[in-house]
């Protein structure tokens, strides 16, 4: 062991799907934090947590920052923002997909990561998606040029062996600091966290369009025994017709849903998991602040 530790809190910043939690998860070598093909999947800042004898490097996994007619998409983005401006971060790490032009969103972002007066890095993802990625990146240091002097990495976020580039690659960044969490935890995020998260992913995964935007689950209890852990969870949907849907022909589609996220929860844990899901219309909720507001979104 060196005689000095090393930790840093990172911001992991980027447009919807650009592969933010994607590259997480190959740093951590786990699934902390839920990955589909569809955009805006991350809602709120996920904390992921990367020890070993060196160093400690505490990720905050922000959702894309998009436009949306929702004040759920403005909450999404404020909490992204938030990572950024209350001080507590000492790395933006900007994930900047090179399958998609680089477009208003874009411009946002690298804005708000030119202004960030610390460390920064650039992580260019995606290159085996495109046929000259070293040309896209050029495309993208010059309509950017603030951003030309930041150290950056070419990967694909899903080959293992991004994370043993991104870590050697960071370590210059990463200032003198204390171990922040015991060296086990690879996120500060509880069970109930995983529950929701595990049943909005099977969601995803199982219904199309707008259903899975319009979804948002809640956990009522969680509650672990000998036998093994017991969920009830409320599925909250916007319209009769999403409810219809999520149901599915004879309760096909919800049990399909539940029976996944048992298995996913039951492989986090060690133990069975039974999961009981209520589906509950409340209209409007994506534009409901006292809604946003107890569930802990940062609406003003």
Not at 11 to 36: W, Y
Not at 116 to 130: G, L, Q, V
Not at 228 to 257: P, W, Y
Request: with cysteine; glycine share 6%.
């Amino acid at each position: 062991m060196t005689n000095t530790y090393h930790s840093a809190f990172i911001a992991l910043i980027g447009r919807p799907n650009s592969g933010k939690s994607t590259l997480l998860n190959t740093i951590l070598g786990e699934q902390v934090s839920i990955v589909t093909s569809l955009p805006q999947t991350t809602r709120k800042n996920l904390k992921g947590i990367y020890t070993d004898s060196e160093m400690q490097l505490v990720f905050i996994d922000t959702p894309g920052i998009h436009g949306g007619k929702y004040k759920l998409n403005t909450a999404m983005i404020d909490e992204a923002e938030r990572a950024l401006k209350e001080g507590d971060v000492d790395i933006v790490c900007y994930v900047v997909d090179l399958m998609r032009e680089f477009g208003e969103e874009e411009e946002k972002i690298a804005g708000l990561v030119s202004n960030f007066t610390s460390k920064r890095i650039i992580i260019f993802n995606k290159k085996d998606r495109i046929p000259d990625p070293e040309a896209k990146t050029r495309e993208f240091l010059e309509k950017f040029p603030s951003l030309q002097e930041l150290p950056s990495l070419i990967v694909s976020a899903t080959a293992p062996e991004t994370g043993d580039r991104f870590l050697e690659a960071i370590k210059p960044l990463v200032p003198e600091g204390p171990q922040y969490f015991p060296e086990e935890d690879i996120t500060d995020e509880n069970l109930r966290f995983f529950a929701a998260e595990y049943i909005r992913r099977c969601i995803i995964q199982n219904t199309r369009q707008e259903i899975p935007h319009a979804c948002f689950v809640e956990i009522e209890s969680y509650k672990e025994k000998e036998q093994g852990h017991f969920i009830e969870a409320t599925i909250h949907v916007e319209t009769k017709g999403q409810r219809g849907i999520l149901v599915g022909k004879g309760g096909a589609v919800i049990s399909k849903i539940r029976s996944y996220a048992e298995a996913d929860l039951s492989k986090l844990t060690g133990v069975p998991a039974y999961i009981k899901c209520h589906i509950k219309v409340t209209p409007h909720w994506r534009n409901d602040k006292r809604f946003l507001r107890e569930h802990g979104y940062p609406v003003s």
